[in-house]
């Protein structure tokens, strides 16, 4: 009987131990786990950074480009303004002249054509310069854009 209370006692020790041993492993492992969990927190963290800092940088790229559209429509009303007070004044000028022909009417008339010609031409160039910034702008961070989305997922995926 002793005999056997000695095995059972050693058994006993030698189950603590290695319970002991585990709990140091489990111990380990979950330091180990915060570890990552601290680096996670970070890297999204820098990437939450990078996605604010790009968004800035397409609300500046934005007010850039409103600007300059504002600047540029306020030139095409300044030049409309301007011609049809152009216009105007030769109207004015052929009704007070009651002697007035047909050829100076189809002048003023292809005048006018050619100023609205002007605006059109002035509003498509700008449109497609607007454009074209755009693309610009996009292009500049769309590879920094996808590298963020991806980093995105791969930390959403890995918690």
């Known amino acids: 009987m002793d005999d056997l209370a000695v095995a059972i006692g050693n058994l006993s020790e030698r189950m603590d131990k290695r319970f002991s041993e585990v709990d140091d492993r489990f111990d380990k492992v979950d330091d180990r786990f915060a570890s990552m969990d ?30 300059m559209m504002d600047e540029k429509v306020e030139d095409l009303a300044v030049m409309v303004n301007k011609s049809f007070v152009s216009v105007t004044t030769k109207i004015d000028a052929i009704k007070l002249d009651t002697t007035a022909t047909k050829d100076d009417l189809n002048s003023l008339r292809q005048d006018m054509n050619n100023k609205f010609d002007q605006v059109n031409n002035s509003i498509e160039g700008m449109s497609l310069k607007m454009d074209k910034m755009a693309d610009v702008v996009y292009l500049d961070h769309r590879i920094r ?15």
């Open 38 to 67: 601290d680096r996670f927190d970070k890297q999204e963290a820098s990437i939450d950074k990078r996605f604010s800092e790009v968004n800035d940088r397409f609300t500046k790229q934005e007010i850039k480009l409103e600007k």
């Open 145 to 159: 854009i996808v590298n963020l989305e991806n980093r995105t997922q791969k930390l959403e995926t890995s918690r």
